[in-house]
């Protein structure tokens, strides 16, 4: 099934302690291109996002969005500064033995002392995080190719009617072409009659001028071709990688065969039909870009 390189996808919910939210978007582009936007202190995420979406996306340029928030453990923890603590303590007995007063300090005294406590910031797990944030990432990036799959089935059944159109202009072209011979033909011994009058006509002459034209005009390796190249197209379309630079080559190679065939037709019927294979050529092409 083709994809189109347009697409979004988001998934939110509560993994290893956090409420993550990972958000994707994606727009055409020639290769893959990853860039994220991650909280402070995150930023060993990216490396792994983009890793891990490369697994499953060959083309595009894909932004992705990670919000996360703790909601089960502290951000930071309170530190207890014990050698400072045995300071005051010794202190505390100094001061007690030496002026004769009760050592009465409790442990509410103690925490008020300057820096006994002290706020620290606990220690990131980055495994720990980064499997919580997979674990988020492949939802978005479920929801997110299901977004692209269905796009792409629009793209192929879009393509799949435009080829239909260009064989059917095909088939007029090779109705059209051997006609073109006869009327050429036709057209010839009605000229050279009026050109010598009650002069007899050189039969093997006039074969041998339409044969000439025929093989001038002829288009038939053209037409086999061009067939040839939208069964491949067909093929590309119902296969399950990615394909849209094979199809883009293919393009150009059915705008090659065309042009052939509009610098050979001498007759108005086939040129003003090949404008019209261009412009479904061109429609196609324009949708193959937004294919992976």
Same mark, same amino acid.
């Given at each position: ?152 089935? $629009? @793209? ?7 080829? *239909?159109? !260009? ?5 007029? &072209?090779?109705? +059209? =072409? ?26 093997? $002459? @006039? ?7 025929? *093989?001038? !005009? ?5 037409? &086999?071709?061009? +067939? =040839? ?26 705008? $090659? ?17 090949? &404008? ?17």
């Amino acid at each position: 099934m083709i994809r189109s390189m347009t697409g979004y996808g988001r998934c939110q919910d509560i993994a290893g302690g956090m409420n993550i939210t990972v958000e994707l978007k994606s727009v055409n582009n020639r290769y893959f291109d990853f860039t994220s936007r991650l909280p402070r202190n995150y930023g060993f995420l990216d490396e792994k996002l983009k890793s891990f979406f490369m697994k499953s996306l060959t083309r595009g340029k894909l932004e992705c969005y990670v919000t996360i928030e703790t909601v089960e453990e502290p951000d930071v923890i309170v530190a207890v500064n014990r050698p400072l603590i045995q300071s005051y303590l010794r202190a505390y007995a100094e001061i007690s033995d030496e002026f004769g007063v009760e050592n009465d300090i409790k442990v509410s005294d103690l925490v008020r002392a300057p820096d006994v406590l002290a706020l620290r910031k606990q220690p990131e797990d980055e495994e720990k995080i980064w499997n919580a944030v997979e674990t988020i990432a492949a939802g978005a990036l479920k929801s997110f190719i299901q977004m692209r799959e269905s796009e792409g089935e $629009r @793209l192929r059944a879009d393509i799949l009617s435009r080829l *239909d159109t !260009i064989l059917d202009r095909v088939a007029f &072209v090779e109705e +059209r =072409s051997p006609q073109t011979v006869k009327e050429y033909n036709e057209k010839l011994i009605s000229r050279l009659n009026e050109l010598l009058a009650d002069t007899s006509i050189d039969e093997q $002459r @006039l074969l041998t001028e339409a044969a000439i034209f025929a *093989d001038k !005009i002829a288009v038939a390796e053209e037409t &086999v071709r061009l +067939r =040839s190249h939208i069964d491949h197209m067909r093929i590309f379309l119902d296969s399950d990688e990615a394909t849209g630079k094979k199809m883009d080559f293919l393009v150009q190679e059915m705008n $090659r065969e065309v042009n052939t065939i509009g610098s050979k037709a001498n007759d108005t019927q086939i040129a003003s039909t090949v &404008v019209d294979i261009k412009a479904e050529i061109e429609k196609i092409r324009e949708q193959i870009q937004n294919i992976e």
